[in-house]
């Protein structure tokens, strides 16, 4: 959205975020209580809240922020009416030129219309074309949460201002609820666990491109061994293709003119931008397909490519795992006949189903509809878009669906699935969209039955999507303590004094040998100390290993649950514990032996 747009969008707003929209101008007033020298830029409602952003004649603190609110509560009180008017365009200028306010003079000399929507309340006169509440006492419980800083109109080389972020709801319960949301999401961030359990790290030198560490890099092969065994079984074939291409294949597929923005693009021997290193699988698959003549019985033809990407991405929207510019995408391109389209679709719906229940993972679907930039006819997106609703309307059933005008790839219409984590957070991870456009661009086409030749068409879908994103995510959703199978270390052997050590090591042995990751923390510390730092690791099992348990070729299981199973055989510990795995169960241990 524009910064005009985030000002004054109108339509959109539903009765949450024109709560909000009236929080910014409340908070706004009372920062002008407190500065009259203030400039406002502006300040829509966001999700989950509001914001505004001021020139201010010194740097606020947190300190600053129960001044604002109790200020707030007192206009809110007050009941003051939201009163709406229109102003012509010199008018406006000129009131805002004499009260430099420079941010808004701005914004009307970019606006077209000849007349400018203007809100009042109290004493505070703001450039708005709402919507509003009818009055300030109609704000719900609210809490102004940080201080930040902002580029006016995103861009670096204007002024820097100062963003005062603020919550609201329509009840006390609502916001009680967000603010423990927040706190938990703190606990869980998948940063601060990631540093702390050793699994991932990221380098000033490249940015957005993390270094696996040997425990996340345990989680990121065991996702990928996992994706590898089921889509041998649905009859997917793997294939990997170059890092760097020629600029005529992102020419071809569309790329260059539509996400060159997002492309790392090379210089090589005096070729400017002639090479662009792999952002998207699609258009190698595209080449795969046209290595040799194809049947109308090679068809669905399943090519799957575990490749990693990069994608550049400005500095400011780097997050973590979550956006990056380097990461692996479980990616698959599969080769259909139209007629078989449908028939497609539910095998893969099917497949995301099974993959997310793996990780006890809800989700919803969305279209994804045809973008202002775009490859291709009009009448081939209706008929694509039209194929998607009926697969939809079939498979969730009409109106169980979200639908997101605008949002497909430039080549075709989607359908996007929303993953939910354990706050309720929703994500947007896998995607299966559907191209008539590409393999055209490509002139991929098939020996049909009566001997013509045809057009396949490509459906594109991802079930993790970026298995970095996958796993940051995965990270928060578990708050670290991953199912068995997919834990760095399964078990952790803890010898009670250093002549059971030896015990340990075999114990060790006999567990590697079933394929348990174990390891054995020997180390001069108390054992209760050594216990602490296993459940700290989020270590499933730790094996407990004392004179009794070398008697009785035993472990004493204690669970990173703080259960203790106390003593059992080993041979049945390495049974049980072997059983999980491969089932890749949720479950830390039967829960009628606990």
Excluded at 112 to 120: H, K, R
Aim: contains cysteine.
């Amino acid at each position: 959205m524009s910064f005009e747009g985030a000002l004054e969008e109108s339509v959109s707003y539903s009765p949450l975020q024109r709560m909000r929209h009236s929080a910014a101008h409340v908070m706004a007033e009372a920062v002008q209580e407190m500065f009259p020298d203030a400039q406002f830029a502006i300040g829509p409602a966001i999700e989950d809240g509001f914001y505004y952003d001021f020139a201010l004649p010194r740097s606020l603190t947190p300190d600053d922020l129960p001044e604002i609110e109790r200020r707030m509560q007192r206009i809110i009180a007050a009941k003051y009416p939201f009163v709406q008017d229109r102003w012509p365009r010199e008018k406006a200028l000129e009131y805002f030129r004499q009260r430099r306010q420079p941010y808004k003079v701005e914004i009307i000399e970019h606006l077209f219309d000849q007349e400018v929507g203007i809100y009042q309340q109290g004493n505070f006169l703001d450039l708005c074309r709402g919507p509003h509440v009818e009055n300030t006492g109609q704000i719900g419980p609210f809490k102004l949460m940080r201080i930040a800083g902002a580029y006016w109109r995103g861009d670096e080389m204007r002024d820097r201002l100062q963003r005062i972020y603020g919550t609201a709801w329509f009840s006390q319960e609502e916001l009680d609820q967000y603010l423990w949301q927040l706190e938990e999401a703190q606990k869980r961030d998948h940063r601060k666990l990631g540093r702390e359990l050793e699994l991932f790290h990221f380098d000033a030198t490249a940015p957005g491109m993390p270094y696996w560490l040997p425990r996340g890099f345990k989680v990121l092969l065991e996702l990928i061994n996992f994706w590898r065994v089921e889509h041998e079984k649905r009859g997917y074939q793997e294939i990997s293709a170059p890092l760097i291409n020629e600029r005529t294949v992102w020419e071809t597929s569309g790329h260059l003119p539509h996400y060159a923005d997002n492309m790392f693009l090379l210089s090589i021997n005096g070729v400017i931008n002639g090479y662009g290193i792999k952002a998207m699988n699609c258009p190698n698959a595209m080449m795969v397909f046209n290595f040799k003549t194809r049947s109308y019985r090679d068809l669905p033809l399943r090519l799957a490519d575990c490749d990693i990407l990069h994608r550049h991405e400005r500095s400011g929207t780097l997050h973590g795992l979550l956006r990056v510019q380097k990461f692996t995408q479980d990616d698959a391109h599969v080769f259909v006949a139209e007629e078989q389209l449908e028939d497609e679709y539910e095998r893969i719906l099917k497949d995301i189903d099974f993959f997310y229940s793996i990780f006890d993972l809800k989700y919803s679907l969305r279209l994804g509809t045809r973008p202002d930039s775009y490859i291709g006819d009009m009448e081939t997106w209706n008929r694509a878009e039209a194929i998607l609703r009926h697969i939809l309307d079939k498979y969730a059933g009409a109106g169980n669906y979200a639908v997101e005008e605008g949002d497909g790839a430039f080549y075709g219409p989607k359908i996007d699935i929303l993953m939910e984590d354990a706050l309720g957070r929703s994500w947007q991870m896998g995607t299966i969209q559907l191209d008539f456009q590409m393999p055209r661009r490509f002139q991929c086409a098939y020996i049909d039955r009566d001997g013509s030749q045809r057009t396949p068409v490509v459906i594109h879908r991802v079930i993790y999507g970026s298995l970095e994103r996958f796993i940051g995510i995965l990270i928060e959703h578990t708050a670290g303590a991953f199912p068995v199978w997919l834990a760095p270390i399964q078990a952790m052997l803890i010898p009670i004094a250093d002549r059971h050590a030896a015990y340990a090591e075999r114990v060790r042995e006999v567990l590697r040998e079933a394929g348990i990751r174990v390891e054995v923390d020997a180390r001069n510390e108390r054992m209760n100390a050594r216990i602490r730092d296993a459940q700290l690791q989020k270590i499933p099992y730790m094996l407990i290993v004392g004179d009794q348990e070398e008697a009785a070729s035993a472990v004493s299981v204690r669970l990173r649950s703080n259960v203790n199973l106390k003593s059992i055989p080993l041979d049945q510990f390495r049974a049980q514990a072997s059983q999980i795995i491969k089932a890749r169960s949720k479950d830390l241990w039967p829960q009628e032996a606990q």
